[in-house]
């Protein structure tokens, strides 16, 4: 089986960093895209960066220049690292792997989710 979890969130200050993790386990083959989401309360879920399997990276307008997603393919892990955070960055923060793992002797393909983990940014 295949399982995503983060790790990495907290309460911080304005202006200060935090380092989110992703780590994928299981019977992986590859992992394919992968991306950093957030729900803030009432709020529908949104994509904060994503990078490809090749590196290429996006990111939504309101993290530009403050978040950088990275990826250590040889860790199976995706790392969101959050500088000059401000309270409105306040989410549950979700990590969305696509990962084509081994079923027996073929190699399939899923969407998975980790649990979430909760960035708090107050003072």
């Known amino acids: 089986q295949v399982q995503v979890a983060e790790s990495g969130g907290g309460l911080v200050q304005p202006g200060g960093s935090l380092r989110l993790s992703c780590a994928a386990s299981g019977s992986i083959f590859s992992l394919d895209d992968m991306g950093w989401y957030r729900q803030a309360p009432g709020q529908p879920r949104e994509l904060v960066a994503f990078?490809?399997?090749?590196?290429?990276?996006n990111y939504v307008d309101s993290v530009k220049g403050r978040f950088t997603i990275s990826r250590d393919n040889a860790k199976d892990t995706v790392y969101l690292q959050m500088n000059s955070l401000k309270p409105e960055d306040t989410a549950v923060y979700y990590c969305n792997a696509d990962i084509r793992y081994w079923s027996g002797d073929y190699v399939r393909r899923n969407d998975y989710w980790g649990q979430g983990t909760q960035v708090t940014v107050s003072s």
């Open positions: 990078i490809t399997s090749g590196g290429n990276t």
